[in-house]
């Protein structure tokens, strides 16, 4: 998930400072950033549904691997913008 959130900033960093440059948006970039967020969109529903399948069989360590990852974003987004998606 973490790979696809990042494939598409890249992407739309790149094209913004095409933009600031003055660069129109051509449709090939467009879709290949359509694209990308189409793969990190189903990378986020195939956690959500193994993180259900996990709350199913075992709360508590749903619980835990939660609150982990709660732990590891604050290090990924530390020097971010708050809420760091």
Known sequence: M???KAAHFAAL???EQEALAGVKPR???QARLAGLL???TAA???FKAEMAV???ADPAARDALVALLGRVNEGLTS???PGGH
Request: glycine share 14%; aromatic share 0%.
């Open 2 to 4: 973490l790979d696809t």
């Open 13 to 15: 960093e790149s094209g």
């Open 27 to 29: 449709l090939a970039q």
């Open 38 to 40: 189409e793969e990190h």
């Open 44 to 46: 986020v529903q195939r």
């Open 54 to 56: 996990l709350a199913g």
């Open 79 to 81: 020097g971010s913008t």
